[in-house]
């Protein structure tokens, strides 16, 4: 059973630690930073590169293999049943074998699907292998979200998950250019068409980045060779004492306990929501684009990154105010009102003032502005109650229940656009998604994802040393298994 939830008063006083515990806090999170972030960064970031190159490859895909766009429509599609139906079950092996080898083992396995399309000669061979490569991707980002509590406090999680998540905006800014230079440069090369090359070119850093990332990583902080014997002393005994504190107050434990709570299918119907707008601009934008404009495609392709940009500069400031003030609920809703008007903006402008491409793009921005500034509040809910075996199928569940969005938000667009002959109505009924999920948002308790002040006020002792990583000892089963797990 899990804990007595009890309520947090989010204005209440956080900063009395130790002044000691406070320069060691941020010496070990500087070097924890710089030593997990950027690789768990770049794997993020080929895994939207991997998902986006099938759009560009599509252009002469397609030609060549003599594929309809129903068929094109399909393939594309059944990727996320796969990524929905095995991200749990994914996630939860990940937990019992550790990130440190099964992080490694997804990067390889999605390379070598990914890889593998290059192969794929008719209808039946691209239907499979958009299954597998679904299936190998499932449990990539909640996996990173295991293993970044490992090394995390739960108020330094929001920011830690926006870095790496800002992969997903600059792979929007660099996966187009990428793409039309390998697909313009390569084509015929060796004998080989360019949308073959684009599968292998971009297939082959994420298997050399799995193996790095095997010798790369360590288990657990109790390993960790960057950090000094009293530095590893101290973040094991923290995050011991942050779980023991979490799970006597506000989390949860047993999946059959956590489906009960009403908040957490509050979140899940946000990231439901959420997710039909996120994929509606990243399958969507260019076209949109395009649609009021005669530039060329090369053109629109640079115009397009506009949004992105901005798009990952909000990602970092609202993660960092929403953990600098310990605050999750408002942030999560303000960013998604944002994200409401933007995409209202864009649905009226064709209605008011014609094909303007400026006020476009400034619109379009806003609205991505808004979405990507949701990720860090938004993950800072579940991962400060969630624990256990069920944070890992808990976060897979959320994951996969934004896959039904990311199927959802570009099919609405397609047949919305093909009835009215038009966007707008599209993006209007984005901005109505985004205006529930900034509702909803309201809806939880003010007292959700909120820091107790024991989760940030004891002041930690590396004296003892009491509480040890090892493959056997109960302490790895509730720092590891339970912490962590998020």
Known sequence: MGGQYVAVDPSASFDIL?????????????????????????????????????????LDMNTDLNFSERTYGVGAGVFFATYAAFGVPTTVLVKRIGARIGLPLILFAWGLASGAMALINNRRDFYLLR???????????????????????????????????????????????????????????????????????????????????????????????????????????????????????????????????????????????????????????????????????????????????????AMIIVARSSDRTKERRMHLALAAFVSAIGFFGASAIHLFFGEVLPLLVICLSIAAAGVWAMFGPYWGIPTSILSGETAAAGFALINSTGVIGGYLGPFLVGELTEKTGNYDSSLFLFGLFMSVCGFLSMCLKPSIGALSPSQSATPLTRSSGQFKYSESSPELESVVTHVQTT
């Open 18 to 58: 130790t002044e000691d515990d406070q320069r060691m806090r941020d010496t070990v999170n500087k070097k924890v930073q710089r030593r997990l972030l950027p690789i768990l960064f770049t794997a993020a970031l080929l895994c939207y590169l991997d998902r986006t190159n099938l759009s560009f490859a599509a």
């Open 131 to 313: 299954l597998l490569v679904g299936a190998t991707e499932s449990g990539f980002f909640p996996s990173v979200i295991y293993y970044l509590t490992q090394w995390f406090a739960e108020e330094d999680m929001g920011l830690s998950y926006t870095i790496v998540m800002t992969s997903t905006a600059v792979s929007g800014v660099v996966g187009g250019p990428l793409a039309g230079i390998i697909m313009t440069y390569m084509d015929g090369v060796q004998g080989i068409r360019s949308w073959r090359w684009l599968f292998i070119a971009e297939a082959f850093p994420t298997i050399l980045l799995a193996i790095v990332m095997f010798f790369y990583l360590d288990r657990d902080p109790s390993r960790a060779r960057f950090l000094t014997r009293e530095e590893r002393e101290w973040l094991v005994e923290r995050q011991t004492r942050e779980y023991e504190v979490r799970s006597g107050t506000h989390s949860v434990s047993g999946l059959g306990d956590a489906l009960r709570l009403k908040w957490l299918w509050l979140i899940v119907a946000v990231w439901l929501l959420y997710s039909c707008g996120y994929y509606g601009i990243i399958f969507w934008l260019p076209l949109l684009l395009k649609n009021v404009s005669n530039l060329s495609n090369v053109v629109v392709g640079f115009i397009s990154t506009v949004p992105y940009i901005v798009a990952g500069m």
